[in-house]
């Protein structure tokens, strides 16, 4: 068996990060910026979230690259959060 990050029965345990960066509109406060990371940050594919009070920079942490099904899915929970999406920063 070659040595790679897959066990012998055929799981694999990887640590793959990916970071992805969204603007949301109107975080201007610790308190908004509170609610958008708990929203975000509830989602089962998002392992980790920052964001930044001010600019609405929202960076995401998920184990693979988000595909437009996650997007959308994010751009729902923070307009359910009472703020707008402006869509995924180009990297």
Known sequence: MSNS????????HTS??????YKVDGVG???CQGIVAKA???LDE???VD?????????VTTATTPDEALD????KTVDEAGYDFAGRVPA
């Open 51 to 59: 964001v930044e009070i001010g600019t609405g920079l929202v960076t």
């Open 46 to 48: 998002i392992t980790a």
């Open 5 to 12: 990050c897959c066990t012998s029965d055929g799981s694999c």
């Open 16 to 21: 793959a990060e990916v970071k992805t960066t």
């Open 40 to 42: 975000v940050g509830g």
């Open 72 to 75: 959308a899915l994010i751009a």
């Open 29 to 31: 406060s610790a308190h």
